[in-house]
């Protein structure tokens, strides 16, 4: 004859009793963590916007294959006050159609290529040593909305510049009529 103890709270076996309050403590802490992250859901959700293919979080949209900053086209990280931290990033590089775009208007290249650039300066900011422009020097075209440099209009503006000078230079053909040149 086998002998069973109870459990005296429960009525039930007694290793069965103990198996069943290991599994009620298991649930009750998995209950306090799923709490727990539906209060963290709930704050991701006030701040990320879903998309169809990723996500919105403060104006950057993410997806699996890229990171693109949406309205106006710059996503700065950092400040004045934090200089260590600061990136920049603009549509500097790719251009873009004009199907966005309006008031298009050719630019008086020359007035362009005259622009003074502000001189490199060496500085020291937050006790390291940098390389750089001065805001307030920097010619109002080339001001991005912030006072900081526009880079996109240096680089237009540079561009510019060495298209007039290549013109100077290679006496108005520029370096296709160089190219010609050399082969004949």
Known sequence: MKIMFLDPESGLPAKV??????LESENQRLREENSRLRMRIELLESVVQKTVDGALVA?????????????PYTLTIGSAENPAAEIITANITIPSTSSDKTDITEID???????????????RRAGRWEIGFLAEEIAPELRASDGGLDFKALVVCLAVKLMTLERIV???????ELAS???G
């Open 17 to 22: 009793a103990e198996k069943l309050k290991t």
């Open 109 to 123: 290249e020359q007035k362009l290529a005259a622009l003074q650039l502000p001189k490199p300066k060496k500085y």
């Open 181 to 183: 040149k050399n082969r």
């Open 170 to 176: 290679l006496g108005g053909g520029g370096v296709d």
């Open 59 to 71: 104006n950057v949209k993410i997806t699996p294959t890229r990171i693109e900053a949406q309205q």
